[in-house]
């Protein structure tokens, strides 16, 4: 299954492409910010996107809703250092597919979101 | 204060009264010991005394009241005027001569005050010269006439007239017609000029002028009435009812000149009603200026204030030129420590009472001051308040800023660690005690970064900032050990100052609650109504909270109240703790 990961923490991207990848996922891409991850997604065309919520130029609710509103969009899960009960319901308005905390990231949690329906 | 010291001990006023008052003795002793006998007590022999006195006594009052008019002292040479007319009863010639060559001068003597009140003082030449002519009528009409004819009525009783020239009664009797046709434009000249300054008068004086004219109505009236009579050769002039009637109205008129002095002393009593009007807070509707020219009666008065800069500015700020005197209008300017800082500009007519218009002044003096001082702490109090609040928002700013440093330091580097040893554990599958090992590690590691956001939640909630106040209480309410029924009016976002302030109120209950108060359950109400967000924090424990030192309530309470608001702890021992917040929302 193929993966853009949008994050602008480098250290994370590359933490996140290696749990992905050795969990059976093929990383195409990543991004640094709202901007970048849409011309990739809307490039790449991935399966899933692992989003970052908070992004330096806008917040990943909003990125989520445009990568979302295509016909044919991309599963996409968010992620945030902080925790679900930070956001409230902003997570469960936006199209992502569910959240998880980036210290409890694993490739089998991340693949159980993705399969689930959105 | 000079005016006053003056009027203690003058040697004039003293004198006349004194001369008024032997006049009333000599004639008294003189009516006892005449040679006819003594008179018979009656309204025509004790009247004068009465007449005199109210002279005498209103002189002396008005003119302690008023030093700085001269109608107190033109009341005392009237009461002196009218003592030596009325010696006419007594034998003694030169006494007699004196007597009836003063005639009715007392009579010039009210119409002079009648033009010159309530100064004292006559306005113009043509007045003066109208004062004259009618002082020249008096002239001729008792001493001119008296030198060539004894008085008719009671020539055959009384002793000689001493001032007899020659008996011609035809020269007297010309000159008392010549005085009588003269009396007509002179009285029609005294009701103008009257009119006149009836009309020019400033509401303060014109009160008074209205009694004086009574005065001047009952004298004239008096005068014209006795002169008709006399001029019909009824008798009743010299009836009984006749004399009651004259004494009475006689002593009116003093009085009535008096009480004039006395209403503009009344003027200056109102005054003191103006200081406590103007000591207490004016009705923001009536400026300054409005008030005071409802107290001087002068519509027009105009309040000028001086910049620092020297320019002047009118009541509405508006930069305007320097007041100064033009005509019918005059200039009183307000200074303090030398420097003038406002200045009056008021009808000229007020002139007439500048112990008024100095007291105004003063009073203004006073009131500008202490607005002045008003609206400087006013306006210190608005700095004080506009820096509490940038205090609190700095302060908020400062938690938004550590809170994101967190977020993106320590966190992220702890987020990584965890991933890394994510990573480690998947490639160390099969070795058991390597994985327990670092098993362990990742669970101290999640416990660090559940910490780590707790702190960070603390600081500033980022529930607050994205989703607002109901969603942040709402988290809050879930990680409460406690159950918790909200109640919470969902409405359009408020500052973010705001905000922050309702929601730390929340938690900080939250926390005592959970930490001192051993309840069973909350309940958490936020409302908001006419620009009013309130908070109320309620539960069922043992009470006994109260703001104090060391407490957190306590910079709550100071959080609140630099935003305008209140905070108040009730929780009665084994009563519960209620929290009540109250924040302005704009």
Known sequence: ?118 | MTSLSQATYHPLHIGLTGLGGGILIATAIGLATSNRGPFPVSVITVGPFFVTSAYLVAGWVGWKRRPDSRIGLMLLIAGVLYAAENMAPIDWAPLFTISWLTGNFYENVVGHMLLAFPSGRLRNQGERLLVIAFYATGVAGSVIAQMFENPKSVAAILPRNLALITSAPHIGDAINLVTEIAAVPLTAAFVVVMVHHWRDAASTTRRALATVYWAGAVAGGLIVIRNVLDSLGTSFTSSMTWAWLYTVASIAVPIFFLLGLLRLQMTRAALGDLVIELGRDRDVQESLRDALARRLGDPTLQLSYQLPDGSWIDDAGEPIAPPHDVVGRMVRTLESDGARFAALTMDERLREVPEVVDAVAAVAGLAIANDRLRAEVRLQLAEVEASRRRIVGAADAARRKVERDLHDGAQQRLVSLALGLQLLQDHLAHAEDVEGEIQTLQGELRDALAELRELARGLHPTILTEEGLVAAIESLAERSNLPVTLSLSDEDRLPLTIEATAYFVVAEALTNVTKYAQASKISIEVSRNNGILAIHVTDDGVGGARIGAGSGLTGLLDRVAALGGSLRVDSPVEGGTRIHAKLPTT
């Open chain 1, 1 to 118: 299954m193929t993966v853009l990961i949008v994050d602008d923490h480098p250290s994370f991207r590359v933490q996140a492409r290696r749990l992905l990848e050795e969990g059976g996922f093929e990383v195409i891409g990543e991004a640094q910010d709202g901007a970048t991850a849409l011309e990739a997604a809307a490039a790449l065309e991935p399966q899933a996107i692992l989003l970052d919520i908070q992004l330096p130029d806008a917040t990943g609710f909003d990125v989520c809703r445009s990568l979302t509103a295509a016909a044919k969009a991309s599963a996409v899960v968010l992620v945030s250092s902080r925790g679900a009960s930070d956001y409230g319901n902003k997570i469960f308005g936006c199209g992502a597919r569910g959240f998880i905390s980036k210290a409890d990231l694993t490739a089998r949690r991340f693949a159980a979101l993705v399969e689930a329906e959105a």
